[in-house]
């Protein structure tokens, strides 16, 4: 009895977090619409304004309580041909959607680096995309931009399972992902030199997963209010950890060079706790013998103040930490009018494409 009834309390506690996540997505009218498609549609792509508002109205009136996310998904049969290319990886563990982003006028002769995103809960690429304003940047910038997703059937609410080790659930969910990394770079113009891959929540705890798995396949990671890994293993320490109630995570595997690790993390996080970025980073530097730093405080106009302390190796920083002094569980500097977005944060966005820009520029 008292193993059921201590599962039926992480249950609801579970449950609880996730009603508490859904009721801050939620977003109505055509606004969310318009920015969606603002944020998702590059501004070098000609499209008819009218057709797609049309579309969006259409949505808005009869399901105008949609959250963000799936505002988003509704109408990404409009933008995605604009946009997004879709695709599907199938391997070993299973089949796995993606969409891809490709800069304007990418020619054969070019190899392109190549960012992978990895969406949170209550998120699809399409939320991500317009959240984030990678795309944007990588028009400016040129890189590609590639966004696994995650399937409803395998969590209702389509987080990524960065937990489930013990029955492998979490290691397949990498597997299928690193397959679709696989197809991209046999068929897009990747530069295999320069790969770094990126997460919101669940999605930053599964990109540590596929780093820590696949350390030659990354140059550099970053996790936006993540866990670190092997910190849980089951649904309950995963609630544990995301209070900060686990502090003991397994070491990192010794004898092998990680990729370089960016964390961003928010002071008033109520999803994820603000001590999981120190962990993480903590956990990063031990494994690379790297040496902490005296932390900074940088603040740029009237955006939240960040507290960022770097770990250095023989004189390179290979992990830094960015605590968002004011931030809660939201893309640091995203769109306004998302979900897990907060536009008045540092704009991690750039701070990703900096930080990973200096990956790239080191010889492999």
Known sequence: ????????????????????????????????????????????????????????????STKSKKSTTSVASSVRSTVQSASLTSGMTAGMAGLRRYYLYRPPGVTRSERLPLVVMLHGCLQDAAALAASSKMNQLAARKRFLVLYPEQEKLSNAQACWNWYDTRSGRAQREAMSIDAVIDQVCLLQPVDQHRVAIAGLSAGASMAALLAVSHPRRFRALIMHSGIATGLAHSSATAIMAMRGRRLTATPLPAGIKLPALLVIQGSKDRIVFPVNGTLVAQQWAMQAGAKTGKPRTVQRGARYPSTITDYRREGQVVVSLCEVNGLDHAWSGGAKGFAYSDPRGPDATAMIWAFVSKQFAYSP
Do not use: D, E, H, Y
Not at 25 to 38: D, N, P
Not at 49 to 56: F, G, N, S
């Open 1 to 60: 009895m008292s193993k059921r009834s201590s599962k039926t309390v992480w249950s609801k506690s579970f449950k609880s977090i996730l009603n508490k996540m859904t009721t801050a997505a939620t977003r109505t009218g055509v606004s969310a619409i318009k920015q969606t498609l603002a944020a998702v549609v590059p501004k070098t792509v000609k499209r008819n304004p009218a057709r797609l508002l049309k579309a969006a109205k259409s949505v808005a």
